[in-house]
C-alpha cells in the first residue's frame, strides 16, 4: 500500500457519533484546523480481550473535509505493546513504531518526505511510512491534554504489519492476521525433540501457549491420557501418574497464536506431530513405537501360496487367528473358517471340493483390531489318472477367465 494515498480518502470515512452515548463537547487547542464536534467513550479490544475504554471524539479531517473519529495515541501505543509486543515511542510529532522479532511488514516499506504542515509522522522500524492530521485535546480519563489522531488512518497503517481491524464506529477490535501469526518458515523450521524425559521446542513469535497432548498406544486402541495447555517450552513426560507407567505412547505439541491462529508440529526431522515414545524401567526412550503396530505396518506384502492342494503362509507375530473363506465363481460363500495353523487343504471338504472354478480370501487378524487379506484364484480339475488337483487360475473377474 501508498501511504501517500491516505492523504486523500476516497473510500473510508468512520462512523460519525452523534448517535451513540451522551456525548461531552471538549474545548481543543487545534494543531491542525480540526474543528471539534464531539466525544464519546470508546473500545479498544484485542484478542477477545478489552484493553481499552478511552474516549474517542468525531472531528473534520482536513485531508477529507469529512467528520471521522480520532482516537488518542496514548491509549492505542499501550495496546499494541501489551497485546502485540510492538513497542512505540512517541515525542510530540513523530510516533515510530518497532516490530518485535517474528513480526514484520508485509508491503515494502515505502520511506516518505517530512511533512510541511502541521500533520505528524508515523514510522515503522524506523521508516517514515505515513503522515497523518492531529488534534490536541483533554482526556476525561486522565484529565491530561493528549494526542488524537484519526483511526482509519492507524488502522491502514497497521494493516501493513498483519494486524487487522474491525471498527463499527464505538468499538475497535484488532489481532494480527491469523494466517500471519508465525510466518510459514518459523512454524516449519519449529525444533521439536526429546531430552532426557522431557519433550522440549523452540519458542515461536507471538504464541499465546502451546497444548501437550499425550495418549497410549497399547496395540489395540489409542487412548488420550493427558492434555493441559502451558506457556513454558517443555513437557516432563514422566511428570504426570496417568503417563509415567510403562508402554508405549504417543506425544503431540501444538501451537496457538495470537489471533487464535493454530499450527500443529511438523518438522522435516519427525515428519508428523505425533512423537512416539516408551516409558520403561521409569525412563523415556525415544523413537519407539508400539510393536504390534509394527508388525502390522510391515506385512504389506504378506503373500500367502497354494502348494499342492493346499493354501501356505508364513506366520506373523501378534496374530489372533487367521481365516480362510472359500467361495465359487458365482460370488457365493461356501465355507468360513478361523485357524491358528498355517496351511488349508483346499479339498478338505466336499463342498468345496467339485471340479470348478474358486476364490479364496486368507486373511489375518491382528490384536488390536487390523487386518489384512490376500485374495487367491484357483480351479479344481479331475484328471483321468491323477484324480482331482488344485491349480492356480486367473482373477474370474479379469479377461482372462474362461
Known sequence: MNFK??????????????????TTSVAMAAVNPVAASTMSKMVIDLDGQQVAAPYGLAAIDPSSGQQTTFMPIYYVMQALKNGLSIQSTWDGNNWNLTLPSGMSPSVTLKAMSAPTNAFKSVFINNVRVATVPSVNAKDPTSGQVTTYVPIWYIIQILKDVNVQSNWNGTSWVMGPSTSNSASTSSVDNWSVQFKGNS??????????????????????????????????????????????????????????????????????????QDYPYEVTNGKVVQGVTNPIQNEVDNTTNWNPQFKGNSVVWNKLKYVQ???????????????YEKTQALSFNLLSKTSISKPGNYEVDVSVAFVNGSGITAPMYYEIKKGASSGVTVEPAPNPWSSAWN
Open 5 to 22: 494515498c491516505m492523504l486523500v480518502r476516497t473510500s473510508f470515512v468512520a462512523s460519525v457519533l452523534a448517535s451513540v452515548l451522551p
Open 199 to 272: 519433550l522440549v521446542w523452540g519458542q515461536l513469535p507471538n504464541a499465546k501457549y502451546y497444548t501437550v497432548t499425550v495418549e497410549r498406544d497399547n496395540g489395540i486402541d489409542v487412548t488420550k491420557l493427558y492434555q493441559a495447555n502451558t506457556k513454558a517450552v517443555s513437557f516432563n513426560l514422566l511428570g504426570n501418574s496417568k503417563i509415567s507407567q510403562s508402554g508405549y505412547y504417543d506425544v503431540s505439541v501444538t501451537a496457538t497464536f495470537s489471533g487464535n491462529g493454530q499450527a500443529s508440529v511438523s518438522t522435516a526431522s519427525m515428519g508428523t
Open 321 to 335: 487367528y487367521y481365516d480362510v473363506t472359500i467361495s465359487d465363481n458365482n460370488g457365493d460363500q461356501l465355507l
